[in-house]
């Protein structure tokens, strides 16, 4: 990518081809700028990004500002620094994030205590969004969204039935085989094989009674109490990518939130 026109790095003028307020903090900018990047593809998750010197050197500012803009992307997750390798791009392949966004864990503390999520796919077909559907993924009642239903097991223990619906445009293709057969997250093969990282998620949780239907897919008795937790999961500049309901078992699991 051709190198853009300098940058004052002593103002705050607003960097080239930067929509907003006209007194943003530069560092602010560059973030902008890298978080382009991302958002096109031009890093791929799991792939280095450019050195602190040589991003100061394309965007003309210095080496501090860069630095400043890669540890917010960093914070966000967006990134991740290796010692003595450098920066790259954050991916949900990567072990220690995979229970980034899943916070049901064993009583007893040990998320390995019963392997890797056994996945059951009961339903997964291509259909038009409701309208509620519709606007929790920033979409039109009449475009194409993937329905999902799966219940995922831990040690044979049906443990969480989830509903996903997830934007047909950017899954074309998705189907029970695809989701079924993957070995590692659901959000690393979203990026391996759709190009979609999921990057943030808002939550809603309380407490609901299982209905007969959930009652048996769980192998609980009717009424279980059960931890409703609705998400919608975001890509870059907070694009919508996801919507999913999940009910959890809670008998031998809690969920845990690390709150900074």
Known sequence: MPALPPIDDTAAESAP???GPAFSPLYQQIKTLILRSLQAGEWKPGEAIPSEMDLAARFRVSQGT?????????ADNLLVRRQGKGTFVATHAEQHVQYRFLKLVPDN???DAGGAAERAILECRRTRASAEVARALGLRTSDAV????RVLSFAGEPTILEDLWLPGAAFKGL???QMAGYQG?????????FGVRMVRAEEKLRAVAADDQQAQLLRVPRGTPLLSVERIAYTYND???ELRRGLYRTDSRHYRNELN
């Open 239 to 241: 694009v919508p990518m």
């Open 146 to 149: 993937v329905q999902v239903r």
């Open 66 to 74: 860069v630095r400043k803009a890669i540890d917010e992307l960093a």
């Open 109 to 111: 503390g040990d998320r």
């Open 185 to 193: 997250a659901t959000y690393a093969m979203f990026e391996l094989e």
């Open 175 to 177: 189907g029970a085989e």
């Open 17 to 19: 081809g930067l929509a």
